[in-house]
């Protein structure tokens, strides 16, 4: 390289002499620098190599036992008017937030090296792509900033075309959680994240660039920054239709992704495209459709439930070049987490002799990063620089009654509304309580860069300016039974809904028509195969009641986000309350 950006490396010395780090190092992306850092860590002890023969270039890493998930209520978007980063953010003005963060960083790479980690998310020479610049003291961040994004020399070199980049600033301190801050300045396009090495927390390419900064971002340009997957549904005639699907944290993102159809559908001759499982960059088309990019280019997944018959796709790119997390290990060293089969595991996740009356052997949050290319179903138009048109966007929750298996909204604005109003019962991938229904707009809850009701106005104006808008759906693949078990088989059997989805979009079926939406009719949802039919009725009941008991909740939330909620949105739930009367 002969030239760089001096705002870049300006940054970059202030930043070093300010944390006192030992060594700077900017990272080129190459195959020798990987491997360089990844017998750093098996020296030290970051990484732990894994059985060379069933996991060749596997490596767990077993993180502090108390950083293990993002920490939402420690994460806070500093915005110059509290009033921008709305009441669904922690907020705190930015001159305080910079003293704090100050404070912290201050000497704390003493003895480390500062590794520089240019970056772009989404495809190198797509006009959608937007890039960042990592400053990190974890080589573990490295390795797995490789793997979820287009980092190293080409990134950089498009940063200095472009002569911008969103700053990241990450530092795993000393892993207190009293220190830990995840800090947004959505103004100033830049990150600060200090005490934590847990995915969601460090990898600052993920979560707190590609969707809180750049919602900001792409609020002010005219796009959507989303909490999506992106899939490529091929039909037995060959035709591929783009779906994006947004559902909370540990909710089958991932699952849905790389999906393996049922066995029916397969002969048929169905196939599925993986072109991304978490975030999708939603931008309006000349033609008026809406085209989506991912701008990741590897996946970040939770490892429990993944099995040959859950996700056999996802097992099939763990067993190379994959990086763990979190996960147990068998007598002979391979990677095991519960769900997987059943093996007995050797070593918990914390490294410690297995012992049922500690709990899992893998941390319920514990993951798998691998590269986008390393999956079977792997889509190369997860690289056309214009992405892809979607069909249908699907917002999906994990709600034990109520929501029914699928539902239409009847256009867009419906539809805005429907995701504003997503409610779900909380994972493990963030800390707190598992199990608790909250709402959870467009899955957007913890990332969000600013106020909601911006948000959904910012929706309503994108949806305006297409001429042909995605249909938009809700999905609940988690209804329960009176015993508590999951009434839909999910998995490859979502294909089956999808279907319907598909000939929706495309005017081939009718649907019944109720005040919250559309639902299939009898007999809609092909079954044929299932060894067991499925209560279909209760999936699909339209409960008056308990709909009216939901709307007026729907109301009560939106009430936190005024005076910013959208008129149309209140119209919308006017609406559908006047019409269950
Ligand atoms: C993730 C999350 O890691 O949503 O994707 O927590
Ligand atoms: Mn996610």
């Given at each position: 390289?002969?030239?760089?950006?001096?705002?870049?490396?300006?940054?970059?010395?202030?930043?070093?002499?300010?944390?006192?780090?030992?060594?700077?190092?900017?990272?080129?992306?190459?195959?020798?620098?990987?491997?360089?850092?990844?017998?750093?860590?098996?020296?030290?002890?970051?990484?732990?190599?894994?059985?060379?023969?069933?996991?060749?270039?596997?490596?767990?890493?077993?993180?502090?036992?108390?950083?293990?998930a993002r920490v939402e209520h420690?994460?806070?978007?500093?915005?110059?008017?509290?009033?921008?980063?709305?009441?669904?953010?922690?907020?705190?003005?930015?001159?305080?937030?910079?003293?704090?963060?100050?404070?912290?960083?201050?000497?704390?790479?003493?003895?480390?090296?500062?590794?520089?980690?240019?970056?772009?998310?989404?495809?190198?020479?797509?006009?959608?792509?937007?890039?960042?610049?990592?400053?990190?003291?974890?080589?573990?961040?490295?390795?797995?900033?490789?793997?979820?994004?287009?980092?190293?020399?080409?990134?950089?070199?498009?940063?200095?075309?472009?002569?911008?980049?969103?700053?990241?600033?990450?530092?795993?301190?000393?892993?207190?959680?009293?220190?830990?801050?995840?800090?947004?300045?959505?103004?100033?396009?830049?990150?600060?994240?200090?005490?934590?090495?847990?995915?969601?927390?460090?990898?600052?390419?993920?979560?707190?660039?590609?969707?809180?900064?750049?919602?900001?971002?792409?609020?002010?340009?005219?796009?959507?920054?989303?909490?999506?997957?992106?899939?490529?549904?091929?039909?037995?005639?060959?035709?591929?239709?783009?779906?994006?699907?947004?559902?909370p944290s540990a909710?089958?993102?991932?699952?849905?992704?790389?999906?393996?159809?049922?066995?029916?559908?397969?002969?048929?001759?169905?196939?599925?495209?993986?072109?991304?499982?978490?975030?999708?960059?939603?931008?309006?088309?000349?033609?008026?459709?809406?085209?989506?990019?991912?701008?990741?280019?590897?996946?970040?997944?939770?490892?429990?439930?993944?099995?040959?018959?859950?996700?056999?796709?996802?097992?099939?790119?763990?067993?190379?070049?994959?990086?763990?997390?979190?996960?147990?290990?068998?007598?002979?060293?391979?990677?095991?987490?519960?769900?997987?089969?059943?093996?007995?595991?050797?070593?918990?996740?914390?490294?410690?002799?297995?012992?049922?009356?500690?709990?899992?052997?893998?941390?319920p949050n514990?993951?798998?990063?691998?590269?986008?290319?390393?999956?079977?179903?792997?889509?190369?138009?997860?690289?056309?620089?214009?992405?892809?048109?979607?069909?249908?966007?699907?917002?999906?929750?994990r709600?034990?009654?109520?929501?029914?298996?699928?539902?239409?909204?009847?256009?867009?604005?419906?539809?805005?509304?429907?995701?504003?109003?997503?409610?779900s019962e909380t994972t493990a991938a963030a800390a707190g309580q598992v199990g608790v229904v909250r709402?959870d707009?467009?899955?957007?809850?913890?990332?969000?860069?600013?106020?909601?009701?911006?948000?959904?106005?910012?929706?309503?104006?994108?949806?305006?300016?297409?001429?042909?808008?995605?249909?938009?759906?809700?999905?609940?693949?988690?209804?329960?039974?009176?015993?508590?078990?999951?009434?839909?088989?999910?998995?490859?059997?979502?294909?089956?809904?999808?279907?319907?989805?598909?000939?929706?979009?495309?005017?081939?079926?009718?649907?019944?028509?109720?005040?919250?939406?559309?639902?299939?009719?009898?007999?809609?949802?092909?079954?044929?195969?299932?060894?067991?039919?499925?209560?279909?009725?209760?999936?699909?009941?339209?409960?008056?009641?308990?709909?009216?008991?939901?709307?007026?909740?729907?109301?009560?939330?939106?009430?936190?986000?005024?005076?910013?909620?959208?008129?149309?949105?209140?119209?919308?739930?006017?609406?559908?309350?006047?019409?269950?009367?």
């Open positions: 390289m002969t030239f760089r950006l001096a705002s870049l490396t300006k940054w970059v010395e202030q930043a070093a002499a300010h944390a006192r780090a030992d060594h700077v190092h900017w990272c080129d992306g190459s195959d020798a620098e990987n491997q360089r850092l990844i017998d750093l860590m098996l020296e030290t002890g970051d990484l732990v190599r894994l059985n060379e023969q069933t996991h060749p270039d596997c490596y767990l890493h077993r993180s502090d036992p108390d950083d293990v420690l994460t806070y978007v500093c915005t110059e008017d509290p009033h921008d980063a709305g009441p669904n953010n922690n907020w705190m003005a930015p001159d305080e937030a910079h003293a704090l963060m100050d404070d912290l960083f201050a000497g704390c790479m003493e003895g480390r090296t500062l590794y520089v980690v240019p970056y772009c998310m989404g495809p190198i020479d797509s006009p959608f792509s937007r890039c960042g610049v990592e400053i990190t003291d974890s080589p573990y961040v490295v390795v797995n900033m490789r793997l979820m994004t287009r980092m190293g020399s080409d990134a950089l070199e498009r940063i200095e075309r472009d002569g911008s980049f969103v700053k990241g600033l990450h530092s795993t301190g000393d892993l207190d959680p009293e220190r830990r801050f995840i800090v947004h300045f959505p103004e100033e396009l830049s990150i600060q994240s200090f005490g934590s090495g847990y995915g969601g927390n460090a990898l600052l390419g993920k979560k707190c660039h590609a969707l809180r900064i750049a919602s900001h971002q792409a609020r002010t340009e005219g796009w959507l920054a989303e909490h999506m997957l992106i899939v490529g549904i091929e039909n037995p005639a060959g035709e591929v239709r783009y779906l994006a699907a947004a559902f909710c089958g993102k991932t699952n849905m992704a790389m999906l393996i159809p049922p066995e029916p559908y397969r002969e048929a001759g169905w196939k599925v495209w993986t072109l991304g499982d978490d975030i999708a960059w939603l931008h309006p088309g000349q033609d008026g459709r809406l085209y989506a990019i991912n701008p990741e280019a590897g996946f970040f997944g939770v490892a429990p439930g993944t099995s040959r018959s859950t996700n056999p796709n996802a097992l099939a790119m763990l067993n190379k070049g994959a990086i763990f997390t979190n996960v147990a290990v068998t007598e002979d060293n391979q990677p095991w987490w519960e769900g997987l089969d059943d093996r007995v595991p050797a070593l918990d996740w914390r490294g410690r002799k297995y012992d049922p009356s500690n709990g899992p052997a893998a941390h514990s993951r798998f990063t691998t590269s986008m290319q390393a999956c079977p179903s792997y889509s190369d138009q997860a690289e056309n620089p214009d992405g892809v048109p979607i069909d249908a966007i699907i917002f999906g929750g709600r034990a009654q109520l929501a029914p298996l699928v539902l239409q909204a009847r256009d867009w604005e419906h539809g805005v509304l429907v995701g504003a109003a997503m409610a709402r707009p467009m899955a957007m809850k913890p990332f969000g860069g600013y106020h909601f009701g911006d948000y959904w106005q910012h929706w309503l104006e994108v949806g305006q300016q297409l001429t042909h808008p995605p249909a938009i759906f809700q999905v609940n693949w988690f209804r329960r039974d009176d015993e508590g078990g999951f009434i839909w088989p999910g998995f490859g059997d979502n294909l089956r809904v999808v279907e319907w989805i598909l000939d929706r979009c495309r005017g081939q079926v009718s649907a019944v028509e109720t005040p919250v939406g559309f639902l299939p009719e009898d007999g809609a949802i092909d079954l044929s195969g299932l060894k067991r039919a499925p209560d279909m009725n209760a999936l699909l009941a339209y409960d008056v009641d308990g709909w009216r008991r939901e709307l007026s909740e729907m109301a009560g939330f939106f009430q936190e986000f005024e005076p910013r909620v959208p008129e149309s949105l209140h119209g919308q739930l006017a609406r559908a309350s006047a019409e269950i009367g």
